[in-house]
């Protein structure tokens, strides 16, 4: 079973930066995307960036100039990179990785516990 663990968040004055890691275990392969989403509360989980095996990536517009998402094969992680931080970037943050391998028709999906950022103005 993929355990995956995010690290790095805290508490981060605005115009200021963080790193988040993603550590990715018990894997045998078998997967093709990785991403960051974020959660403000009463709201629905959302994309911040992902990146898949062919190194294509994406970001949401709040996102573009100021994330970057990268991935370490040799260590099994994956990193967020969060400069010029806004106070509207405060969320909490979950890591996700994607299977190649399906059931019931879709994609085995695993998450991490999340890892909270609280951007102050």
């Known amino acids: 079973q993929v355990q995956l663990v995010e690290s790095g968040g805290g508490w981060v004055q605005a115009g200021g930066s963080l790193r988040l890691s993603c550590a990715i275990s018990?894997?045998?392969?078998?997967?093709?995307?990785w991403g960051w989403y974020r959660q403000f509360p009463g709201k629905e989980r959302e994309l911040v960036a992902q990146?898949?095996?062919?190194?294509?990536?994406d970001y949401a517009d709040s996102a573009k100039g100021r994330f970057a998402i990268s991935r370490d094969n040799a260590r099994n992680t994956v990193y967020l990179q969060m400069n010029s931080l806004k106070s509207e970037d405060t969320a909490r943050y979950y890591c996700?990785?994607?299977?190649?391998?399906?059931?019931?028709?879709?994609?085995?999906?695993?998450w991490g516990q999340g890892t909270q950022v609280t951007v102050s103005s």
């Open positions: 996700k990785a994607t299977s190649y391998f399906t059931l019931g028709g879709e994609n085995l999906e695993y």
């Open positions: 018990g894997s045998g392969g078998g997967l093709y995307l």
């Open positions: 990146v898949s095996s062919t190194g294509t990536t």
